[in-house]
């Protein structure tokens, strides 16, 4: 269980690297500082700090940009 979801995780290494992949916790997981995702989770509130727009997802804030394939999201420190 991670925050309540139950969840099942993957490991294994490659090359000399562990990987460690979590499903079904997206959403409980912390998000990782500057890092960018294509899709935000669900019932994010868009408030706007002198005049820059963000999303508030729950106590993670994201700042949109928008390139050749489309807006994404990266993970900004609270404005």
Do not use: E
Not at 63 to 77: E, L, T, W
Request: charged share 10%; glycine share 14%; hydrophobic share 35%.
């Amino acid at each position: 269980m991670v925050g309540g979801t139950t969840t099942d995780i993957v490991a294994y290494t490659t090359g000399g690297t562990f990987i460690q992949i979590w499903i079904g916790a997206d959403d409980k997981l912390p998000y990782t500082m500057g890092a960018i995702y294509t899709v935000l989770p669900p019932g994010c509130a868009t408030p706007n700090v002198r005049g820059q727009t963000y999303y508030r997802c729950g106590n993670t804030w994201f700042s949109p940009a928008y390139g050749a394939n489309g807006v994404h999201y990266r993970v900004v420190p609270a404005p």
